[in-house]
């Protein structure tokens, strides 16, 4: 086993929110190395998602979902105009499809204005006409903060951003075992199947699907702090032919808080995709059932009646990393530092979903503070 030199902060996973972390880290001054298992960059859930910008609408009032999405979103677009990543505050339209979903929209503002998110406005049945002609509501919420980015762009960006400060990207870089020692940790690692062991000052876990089996191999870590993993897939299907939309267009969210309803987005380049659906799964497949198409159909045909069959063409699907299972309320993000595990300089990231995307600088904000 070859035993490499001491790198101050290793980053487990380059994903979206662990690029932002090593990019922060690295502006403080950190000498930063990431660790991917994957063959590349933005393998995971960071490249199988809706690519948007969220407002910060639904989230518990005072939840780490709330507060880093709101904070998030305006360092991303500040982000992103300033480093020329391709953007859009396209908006957003909330749809009420029966007078009695109606009510909903009423909750989500006032939810929406206790996170500070305070411009929303209505949409009559007949104004929506004038900007969406082609959808079917009774009413709407317009969210004109909310956008759309380039999420492989922006990592790339993030990524640009750390090694011109010297930090680096190791892929193929599989986590076996973490050791405490005196001053640190020591990882064990498979790099391209070589064993190597890595000596570090901090470690920040920021696996996205897997950040519970790393956590699981800390020496002496409590394992009754490892949240438990559920495995939620969402399906995307692509709309052939001509846009029909001009802003993104949401339903009333699901009444199990599980995810956001199969709503409409448009990515940077013109593609409409509807999704993602809720599904609970047992293990990693990425499989996009057939049988889900009908559903969809369904789904979609309440705010886009007019939608012929053989217009939608399979998409693609992704796992959301839930802590929470069928039925159970809503679970926030886990950000454990040494105030929670009394092991100092690690940081543990659990059910990092959305709005992880939106988040990432903010959550990569709070880790710089709690490893100061």
Known sequence: MSNLDFIETCVVGAGVVGLAIARQLSTDGHQVMVLESGAK?????????????????????????????????????????????????????????????????EQIERKAKANGVCDLRYLSGRHLKAVEPNVYATMALMSPSTGIVDSHGLMTAFLADLEAQGGGLACHAHVKQIRRMPNGFTILTLIEGEPYALNCKHIVNAAGLGAQKVAAGIEGFEKSLIPALYLCRGNYFLLQGENPFHHLIYPVPDSTGAGLGIHATIDIGGQVKFGPDVEYIDTENYDLPEKKLLSHYQAIRRYLPQLRDGRLIPGYSGIRPKLQG???????????????????????????????????????????????
Do not use: M, W
């Open 41 to 105: 960059f933005g393998e995971g859930v960071s490249s199988r998602n809706s690519e948007v910008i969220h407002a910060g609408i639904y989230y518990a009032e005072d939840s780490l979902k709330a507060r880093l999405c709101v904070r998030g979103k305006s360092l991303l677009y500040e982000y992103c105009a300033s480093r020329g990543i391709a953007h859009r505050a396209i908006g957003k339209l909330i749809v009420a499809t029966s007078v009695a979903e109606e009510p909903e929209l």
């Open 326 to 372: 069928p039925g159970d309320e809503p679970a926030d993000f886990i950000i454990q530092s040494q105030d929670t595990h009394q092991i100092s300089g690690l940081i543990n990231l659990f059910g990092i979903e959305s709005p992880g995307l939106t988040s990432c600088l903010a959550i990569a904000e709070t880790v710089s503070g709690a490893l100061k």
